[in-house]
């Protein structure tokens, strides 16, 4: 258990559907992040949300919306998403303002038909 | 974002091997450099860390090497164990700017029984 729960673990959906990925974290963290890691690259920072800052990727299409109504919760809703959108979507969580590392879930695999 | 360089995409060693992955950085503010071990199906984990006030840091069979004058920074696996096969990955971050993470693009280890 990483402390960091991410739901569904799998989703398999169409172009035309709109769906919500959900993350979890009661480590008492304050910054939540979404990365996208696709096969053969690097990990791509989508989001970041610390103290009701929300930093983001200037390249993440608008279909990829976050949203963090609290600081133990982060939603990316999803919708007309792409077939190159498939990938292994990972939550993470940390303290701000610290260096300290960071405390990754074990991601939603996404596949768009 | 500052890069973060790693090297090899990929590495095969027999067991009992030494495993040896590296990483160069440009942002001399980096001041923490975290290794994450990710196995198939997971999210990175944190294996070990290190900041730039010692030159080595061991924890187990695994050692961080830190050349704060050259930039640079590398893991070593010793006595590598089937077990170890994972992608791993380097970052850096700043704890005097952003504190979001800069991360390598990471390495395939494969462990040869």
């Known amino acids: 258990e990483t402390g960091v729960t991410q739901t569904p673990r799998h989703l398999v959906m169409g172009m035309t559907n709109k769906k919500s990925l959900k993350c979890e974290q009661h480590?008492?963290?304050?910054?939540m992040y979404w990365y996208k890691q696709s096969a053969k690259k690097p990990l791509e920072l989508m989001f970041v949300?610390?103290?009701?800052?929300?930093?983001e990727n200037n390249s993440v299409p608008s279909r990829f919306s976050p949203e963090c109504p609290n600081s133990s919760h982060l939603f990316l809703h999803l919708h007309t998403l792409q077939p190159e959108d498939s990938a292994l979507y990972l939550c993470?969580?940390?303290?701000?303002?610290?260096?300290?590392?960071?405390?990754f879930g074990n991601g939603t695999r996404l596949t768009v038909t | 974002q500052q890069q973060v360089k790693q090297s090899p995409q990929s590495l095969i060693v027999q067991k009992g091997g030494i495993s040896i992955i590296n990483c160069a950085y440009e942002?001399?503010?980096?001041?923490?450099f975290p290794w994450y071990q990710q196995f198939p199906g997971k999210g990175p984990a944190l294996l070990i860390a290190?900041?730039?006030?010692?030159s080595e840091k061991k924890e187990g069979r695994f050692t961080i090497s830190f050349n704060k004058s050259a930039k640079q920074f590398s893991l070593h696996i010793m006595d590598s164990q089937p077990g170890d096969s994972a992608t791993y990955f380097c970052?850096?971050?700043?704890?005097?700017?952003?504190?979001?993470?800069?991360f390598g693009r990471g390495t395939s280890l494969i462990v040869h029984p």
């Open positions: 970052a850096a971050s700043a704890s005097g700017g952003s504190y979001i993470p800069t």
């Open positions: 949300y610390s103290l009701e800052e929300r930093v």
């Open positions: 480590l008492g963290h304050n910054a």
């Open positions: 290190i900041r730039p006030d010692v």
């Open positions: 942002n001399t503010a980096f001041d923490y």
């Open positions: 993470a969580s940390s303290p701000r303002a610290t260096n300290s590392p960071l405390h």
